[in-house]
């Protein structure tokens, strides 16, 4: 493990509790920033672009009232990458609709130049007790 890994994995946690709240922002321009040009998300309904997601958001179909992580993250590095894993409410509005979620996200990230970018988010359905 590198030196710098502790601060790797402070900066990435940073980096999530940021993009939960860039989420409630609603602003796609704020959101965008934290993903990679080719990031993708895989839900039950398949996997969905950037380009798809922050169209809805640009939109307003897609709202979120809440969004924030339940504890801290779990990050482990590999290198130049990172897998972030955590348990996330919101609350969010599709179409008119009002969803409530408790999930589980895996996001991968890559350092780049401009900083840590998310190439993919993964979420599930978190069990309900």
Not at 46 to 67: A, K, P, W
Not at 74 to 98: F, L
Request: glycine share 4%; net charge negative.
């Amino acid at each position: 493990m590198s030196d710098d890994a502790p601060h790797d994995r402070q900066a990435l946690a940073t980096v999530a509790h940021d993009w939960a709240a860039a989420m409630v922002s609603n602003d796609p321009a704020r959101i965008a920033d934290f993903m990679a040009e080719d990031w993708v998300i895989v839900s039950e309904s398949g996997i969905s672009t950037r380009e798809q997601f922050l169209s809805f958001v640009e939109s307003g179909e897609l709202t979120h009232s809440s969004f924030r992580l339940v504890d801290e993250p779990r990050i482990r590095m590999h290198g130049d990458s990172a897998v972030v894993t955590a348990r996330i409410t919101n609350t969010a509005h599709y179409k008119g609709e009002r969803f409530d979620a408790d999930e589980w996200t895996t996001d991968v990230f890559v350092r780049r130049d401009e900083g840590w970018r998310c190439v993919l988010s993964h979420i599930t359905a978190a069990a309900r007790a």
